[in-house]
Structure formats: C-alpha cells, structure tokens
C-alpha cells in the first residue's frame, strides 16, 4: 500500500498560492478546499482559482468539492485541470452517475464522508470510485483537533475494500499530524492530507518527508 501526502492549500497563504503549491515540492498531490458557505460555514475558492492553480504547479490537484449541489459543479474541476475531484455523500444528488461523469472525463472520482455519515450504506457503491475520503475532523475548517472515533470507520472501510478486491484508495483529511498519522495509516488509511502540520510547519518540503516516513512505518 503506497502511502501518498497530500498537502492542503487551506493553511497557506492565498495572495501567494503559486508559490505555496511549489514549497510542498515532492507532495503526490496538492489538496484543494473548494468550500462554498453552504455545505460548510466557510467560503473559499472556486473553478478560476483552480485552473490557475493548474497551470502553475506540476503536482497533480487533489479537489476537494464542500458544496451542495456537486452533480453540478464537479464536472468543471476536470476540465479546471483537477486530477482528482472529490464530492460528498451527504451533497451528491446522484453519486453513481457523478464518480462516472468524473471518470469519464478523465479525473479519478472520489467521494467524502462527514463524520456522522457511515460507510455500510454506500458498499456497494465502492467499485464506482477511485478513492474514498473519511473526514476525521467536521468540514469547514483547517487546524481542528483530528477525532479519534473515526478510527473504526477507517478500520471497516479497509476491510471493506479488502473484502470486494478493489484497487480503492483510503484517504483521511483533518487534524493529521505528526502526532495523529500512524493511527490512521494502522488503521488502513493510506492517503494524507494535511493542512496546518505541512503550511505551519517553518519547513514544508520536509513536514511532508517526515509525515510520509511516520506513515511508513
Ligand atoms: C477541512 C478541510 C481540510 C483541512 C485540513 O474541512 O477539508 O482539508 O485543510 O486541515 P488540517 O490538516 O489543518 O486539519
Ligand atoms: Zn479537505
């Protein structure tokens, strides 16, 4: 299981984004926060910002959409340049039909769950996504402490994933740090972003080398 680091560009500095997605050099994948005041109490960026962003750094953008309405919406970060798009469960009108809209334009569909939301109702839905996404803080923000009960939930996902034989990556986003990364990488995650412990950090190049060696461990 390859473990991947997924910086979130929530906790850089937005007048400098540029040159923030190139301080996280070596990162798989640049994690964008689309939050649109609606689905989340929060408001960030949207569909320019992206393909700007795009156009700017080699890393792959990871996109995570917080809007209601994403059947709408996610189609649009493919054609942004996102390599990966991101809707929620909880948003999706239609999540089938969405994860192979996603695909079918060339992005690797992936969809997030809150942390209320469980896993067992979308099992069979699993072979239809390229990644799945266990929120382990509330969405809306960066810098929120990571919520340890959701260390089952990726638990189950794994062996849920294991059970079907699929090729699905597990991601978890929220609160993970140094001090937080080895529980969710035994618990069967292998995908991380991670906020506020790579752009709080005085050297981000090497939060992201350091958090990649805990996870490996
Ligand atoms: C929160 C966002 C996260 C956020 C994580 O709703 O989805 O991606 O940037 O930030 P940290 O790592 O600081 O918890
Ligand atoms: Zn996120």
């Known amino acids: 299981m390859a473990v991947q ?6 906790s850089a500095d937005f007048a400098r984004l540029a040159d923030e997605a190139r301080a996280v050099h070596g990162a798989d994948w640049l994690h964008v926060d689309v939050m ?6 929060n408001l960030t960026l949207g569909v320019p910002v992206v ?34 798009v991101t809707f929620h469960a909880e948003a999706a009108a239609a999540p ?8 079918a334009k060339g992005a690797r569909a992936s969809m997030a769950l809150k942390p209320a939301t469980p896993i067992e109702p979308y099992e069979d839905l699993l072979p239809e996504l390229d990644m799945l996404l ?15 009960i959701m260390l089952p939930k990726i638990r189950r996902t794994r062996e849920l994933i294991g059970k079907h034989g699929l090729d699905l990556w597990l991601q978890v986003d929220g609160g993970v740090s140094a001090a937080t990364i080895e529980r969710c990488a035994e618990a069967g995650a292998d995908v991380f972003v991670a906020g506020s412990a790579v752009y709080g950090a005085d050297d981000p190049e090497a939060a992201v080398r350091a958090l990649r060696t805990q996870a490996e461990e």
């Open 36 to 41: 649109d005041n609606h689905f989340v109490p």
């Open 134 to 148: 266990i929120m382990t803080v509330e969405p809306g923000f960066g810098g929120q402490a990571f919520l340890d």
């Open 96 to 103: 089938v039909r969405l994860a192979r809209e996603i695909r």
């Open 51 to 84: 393909e700007s962003l795009a156009r700017a750094t080699d890393t792959p953008l990871d996109c995570h959409l917080m809007m209601t309405d994403p059947d709408r919406w996610a189609p649009q970060y493919v054609e942004a340049g996102a390599g990966s």
């Open 5 to 10: 680091i997924n910086p979130s560009i929530l």
